[in-house]
């Protein structure tokens, strides 16, 4: 019996009459990277933001280690480890690289806002935070302000502050989003190392990434799955094949 991290039932989304997602059924298995794709308008930004709970569906259920936490909040469920990236991570840009992860690994002790305290305070974290930056490849750049790196280290250090929550689920909306191809090749082996011990849902729109990286995806079309399979499968499938050719790629 496999072992499903992530479970929606019928999940469903309406805007005002028009069904963004349609009686989605979604199973992600532990310990794999799972993605969403879909043409432009597929419902797959919707239907993130319902698993990660920044919509409540219309209708429908959505599991999390066999709990439902259809109704729950965000911050709720991130600290049941299920930690959305680019979200609760967004970089602090006049704090230096090591401060960025040091806020972040403070958040699980309650303390991220204690400004007040003396900085010795926190220091005690500064091992943990150097072997999060160690992981992600932006050591060197302990001292250097976030907004002084080039945007694929941003993004590292981005993961690295969502690593700082010890998610046992990762969440990536479109992680490769703007990046060059050095870039891509040093975050899509980033994502392969932080996936070893836990489990990635991700929507990206760069197909080579997704053939590269997946163990298994869901193509969406017009808010309903369209497909599910390894790489191989979906995208030698005609109905996924004229769903993206009929609508770019987006």
């Not at 250097?144 to 250090?157: D, F, I, N, Q, V």
Request: glycine fraction near 8%; charge should be negative.
């Amino acid at each position: 019996m496999t072992d499903w991290v992530i479970e929606t039932e019928n999940l469903t989304k309406e805007f005002k009459g028009f069904r963004a997602v349609n009686n989605v059924d979604l199973k992600v298995a532990r310990g794999t990277i799972h993605a969403l794709i879909g043409p432009n308008g597929a419902g797959k930004t919707t239907c993130f933001n319902l698993i990660t709970k920044f919509l409540q569906p219309t209708t429908g259920k959505i599991l999390y280690n066999g709990r439902d936490i259809t109704r729950m909040k965000p911050h709720d469920v991130a600290r049941m480890g299920l930690v959305r990236s680019f979200q609760i991570s967004a970089v602090f840009p006049h704090l230096t690289v090591l401060e960025n992860v040091r806020v972040a690994l403070q958040r699980p002790l309650g303390t991220a806002y204690h400004f007040w305290k003396p900085e010795s305070s926190v220091e005690v974290l500064d091992d943990q935070a150097m072997d999060l930056l160690e992981q992600v490849g932006v050591s060197s750049y302990a001292r250097l302000t976030a907004g002084e790196l080039p945007y694929g280290r941003k993004r590292a250090l981005e993961i690295a502050t969502t690593l700082a929550l010890d998610p046992e689920m990762l969440l990536l909306d479109e992680p490769m989003a703007g990046m060059g191809r050095e870039d891509i090749k040093r975050i899509s082996d980033l994502i392969l190392s932080v996936a070893e011990n836990r489990t990635v849902l991700m929507v990206e729109h760069n197909l080579s990434v997704v053939a590269d990286l997946s163990d298994r995806i869901t193509v969406l079309a017009r808010g309903e799955i369209l497909a599910e399979g390894s790489y191989a499968e979906v995208s030698s499938n005609p109905a996924v094949v004229e769903a993206y050719m009929g609508t770019g790629h987006g």
